[in-house]
Every structure is written in C-alpha cells, then in structure tokens.
C-alpha cells in the first residue's frame, strides 16, 4: 500500500506569516522523506488566506523536488477547469524534468463555488471544462506537435516545452466526488482520488463498485487503483490520540458545515443533516482514522479489505489545530510504525 501525506500548507500557529508558513512545509516535507514516506501531495486552495497558502502546486512541487531525492510529489488536486492546458503542461513538465520522473498528477474540479468566482468560470462549466483540459494536457504532453478545437480552448500546432521526464507522461489520479462521475472515470481508465467528508467510509463501496465495472468493461487492464484521502491521527495511545485531534477535527468538521450550505452540488448539500449531527465518535467510526499504531494499522487493514485501496492520503492536521510537533510525531508513527505493517 502507497502511504502519502495530503498536506495544505496551513497556518500552523497562531498569526504564522506567509513566509514562515511556506518554510514550515517544506521542512515537514523533506523530514517525512527520511521516514519513508512514499508521496507529498499537495492541495490547491483559494480565497482562503486565513487557512492556507497553497494556491500554487505546481511552484510548491518544484521546491520540494529540488530538496528531496526519493519520494514522489504530486497535486490533489490541479484544479483543472481554473488552468490553461497548455500552460499546465509545460509547468507540470518541468517539475517532472526536475524530479526525474518523480511527479504525479492529481486531477480534479473542486467544490469551492468561490475560487471560480474568483477567477470568473462559471461553476457551471466546471465539468465540461474539467475534460476537454485534461485532453489536451495529454495532448501537449504526448505529441511533438498538436492541434485541438473545442469549446473553450483552440490550438493549431502548438508545442508544449518541455516534455515530461516520463513517456508517455506522468500517472493521472482523478479525483471522484459526484456519484454519476464514477463510471465515467473507471471508463477513462485513471487511478481514482476519493474522500470523506460527508457520508461515511463505508458508503464509499458502491461508487468503488461503479468505477470498477467500467474500467473493467472499457478493457482497461488490471482492476483499476484507488487511493484514499484519509483524515488521520496517530499517537502512542489511543487517549492521546483522542486529545490531540478531537477539537481540530471536530472544527474542520463545523467549517465544512457551512461549505456543504453554500455548496452548489446537490448531493453535497443534501449530506449536511449528516454533518449537523456529527459526534466525534461518529466521526472516529465512520469519517477518520485516530488512535494509536496499532488501532490505525487494524483499521487500515479492514479498509484494504472493504474497500480495494491501493493506497491512503494521510490528512494529518484535518481542522489544522493540531499543534505541529503533535502532527508531525503523527507522521513518523504513521511512516515508521504503521506503514511497514502495511507493506
């Protein structure tokens, strides 16, 4: 199993500046490396300064690949619909070319109806824009030289500088929300991103069902992976655990309250009675992971068995307040204790 860190370059502490905020990460980065961690995803976040300063990847992906040497780097995801294909590729190219091969692609089109309303795209277009970007971004990397008509972008013998490190070109894990979508990806034939924020871990199964009989039945080899993002929390007991991460997870819990209102994705909104009503021991059952190494390994396991997942996202700060030596001994538990169990 793939172990990975969903990482959102928070505002660790109280009034953290940008620039202590960007160092903080990228320290966390390069110390989970040394522990064996196996990939540093990163999130694209907008409009939410107070929260995160991560609303470039692709910039943050760079840094990271010129100061490690092992560990994949990858986003979680590029929201496509918000980019210019061919600007992306040559970005994600180059830090391709600088990791040697070592980025992923994340793809997907996000639920924050504010970040497009930032950038002026109708949320409404989000869909059809999420696919015709990603063709051509396949396109500007694969081909010396392309030409491409559709809707909202046209290119007539275009070149996209540089080519990636990888031939064809980097892995692409897309991320799955709505449940209509699942059959579409499994046919597209990609790794599939999926989450829980709303519904529950277990809910996840008939989606994974879908996804999977359409890759299958596309002729796509193999089952098809999945990878899950999972909030998390490790500690040496179950008690500490519980302390260290209830108020944070919790909190992040009550943010998402007020996104899944304003969401314009109706099966986000109608899962808010879910939210309202959430406990945290609710939350531990069927949302996130907490305890100690050997309650996470156990519950881990049983996932791998339910539900097929090649791989997690450990989100190891979900609400971001837990302090960061806490979340960080989370992460060497996670990488030296726990994943070896998992390997």
């Known amino acids: 199993m793939e172990f990975g860190w969903y990482h959102e370059f928070h505002r660790q502490v109280p009034g953290m500046s940008d620039a202590a905020a960007f160092e903080m990460g990228l320290d966390q980065a ?7 961690l196996d990939s540093f995803w990163l999130a694209e976040i907008h409009q939410q300064a107070p929260r995160s300063v991560l609303a470039s990847p692709q910039n943050v992906a760079t840094a990271i690949a010129v100061r490690t040497t092992k560990m994949k780097i990858g986003t979680a995801v590029s929201v496509l619909p918000l980019q210019h294909p061919l600007r992306l590729a040559e970005e994600t190219a180059t830090i391709d070319q600088i990791s040697k091969g070592r980025f992923l692609l994340g793809a997907g089109r996000s639920g924050n109806p504010r970040a497009y309303a930032a950038y002026g795209v109708p949320y409404s277009e989000s869909r059809e824009r999420f696919y015709e970007t990603l063709e051509v971004l396949k396109l500007a990397w694969s081909q010396d030289v392309f030409s491409f008509h559709g809707k909202f972008h046209h290119f007539d013998e275009a070149k996209a500088v540089p080519r990636p490190y990888q031939k064809p070109y980097p ?9 209509d979508t699942f059959p579409m990806l499994g046919a597209l034939g990609h790794p599939l ?3 829980v924020r709303s519904g529950t871990l277990a809910g996840l199964a008939p989606d994974l069902e879908a996804y999977r009989a359409a890759y299958k039945a596309a002729g796509h080899p193999g089952k098809g992976q999945v990878h899950l993002r999972l909030s998390m929390h490790v500690a040496e007991t179950d008690a500490q655990a519980d302390a ?6 919790m909190g992040g819990y009550g943010l998402l309250k007020s996104q899944l209102e304003g969401s314009p994705n109706a099966r986000r909104r109608a899962e808010l009675a879910d939210v309202q009503s959430l406990t945290f021991d609710l939350a531990k059952r069927d949302k996130v992971v907490v305890g100690s190494p050997d309650t996470v390994t156990a519950r881990l396991l049983q996932l791998k068995e339910e539900l097929g997942i090649d791989g997690i996202l450990a989100e190891l700060n979900f609400g971001a307040k837990i302090p960061p030596d806490a979340m960080m001994r989370s992460c060497q538990l ?5 994943r070896p169990r998992l390997q």
């Open 171 to 179: 892995e692409i894990r897309i991320a799955g929300a709505s449940e």
């Open 334 to 338: 996670l990488c030296q204790v726990v």
């Open 193 to 195: 991103f999926v989450a």
């Open 30 to 36: 390069v110390q989970s490396e040394a522990w064996g």
């Open 244 to 249: 260290e991460s209830k108020d944070s997870i």
